[in-house]
């Protein structure tokens, strides 16, 4: 498989603070990828890493075939262009209209004229299931459901081939993150994107990860499919796999997963 990220011999320190220790991964292209950890243990600074936000102290971290740290600003932003970011709650610009936030990456470029970035921005809200009677809504007037949806459409707006989530679910009712998740889904399916995607919720977890990355105490302690995940005896996995949270959220597919009933898992050790 083709490899759309790749993490090498990763090391990140903030003071005196070792936040990752060795970390080595890849994503592959057409999968989403799941990173996983507690607090503190630095799965969204490794989302930081990937976005050319943080810069490791030792290792590297390559994205779209090329390495992100020591390029110039001019090459780093067209490689920014062949990717979108959902961020925490949307990041929406509070001044501009929904129509005006999913327009400026578009405008950006400088090379559309405004008739195109009409046509497209329409085309975008329209994927995310915004009407356009909401485009010149600004953001206060917006329900968090229909924010984190601006926000994707923003994040698409470009045609990215890699996409990158963090906690997209996070905020919202459990219907609306159901119908978040299935839109997340047939987008990935019908733009073949590659998703890197930080979350807490194991409900979209579950429903969306092709693979998982879990960390803790800044190293990657599992790599693997929510079946090979959910067979590691670690203590921070027994704990947020298995524990009531989990089980809830597994039951669905503990049969599937070839375990077998969730009342045969090992207790957990702890709160997750």
């Known amino acids: 498989m083709e490899s759309v990220v790749e993490v090498k011999g990763l090391f ?3 003071g005196s603070t070792m936040v990752h220790q060795g970390i080595d991964l890849s994503v592959e292209r057409g999968e989403i990828l799941s990173l996983v950890g507690g607090s503190g243990s630095g799965k969204t600074t490794l989302l930081r890493q990937m976005l050319g936000l943080e810069t490791p102290c030792r290792g590297e971290v390559r994205v779209l075939g090329e390495n992100l740290h020591g390029r110039n600003p001019a090459v780093l932003q067209r490689l920014r262009n062949r990717w979108g970011v959902l961020f925490q709650e949307g990041a929406l610009f ?9 327009a400026l990456p578009l405008r950006e470029l400088r090379t559309l004229d405004e008739d195109i970035i009409r046509d497209l921005v329409l085309m975008k809200l329209e994927m995310v299931g915004i009407g356009a009677r909401h485009a010149r809504k600004v953001p206060a007037k917006l329900s968090g459901g229909m924010v984190k949806r601006v926000a994707l459409a923003r994040a698409l707006a470009l045609e990215p081939e890699l996409l990158f989530l ?7 009712d459990p219907d609306r993150s159901e119908s978040f998740v299935k ?3 047939e987008l990935r399916r019908e733009l073949s994107l590659t ?4 979350t807490h919720d194991l409900d979209t977890l579950v429903a969306l990860s092709s693979r998982i990355a879990v960390l803790f105490d800044g ?3 599992v790599l693997g499919t929510l079946r090979e995940v959910v067979r590691s005896r670690h203590p921070f996995i027994v704990n947020f796999f298995l524990g009531e949270r989990g089980r809830r959220a597994l039951e669905t597919v503990w049969n599937t997963l070839g375990i077998g009933d969730t009342s045969a898992a090992p207790a957990p050790t702890g709160s997750a």
């Open 12 to 14: 990140t320190r903030f």
């Open 94 to 102: 509070s001044a501009l209209t929904v129509f005006d936030n999913v």
């Open 166 to 172: 963090d906690e997209p679910t996070a905020g919202l």
């Open 183 to 185: 839109l997340i889904e």
């Open 195 to 198: 998703v890197v995607m930080v």
């Open 219 to 221: 190293k990657l302690v």
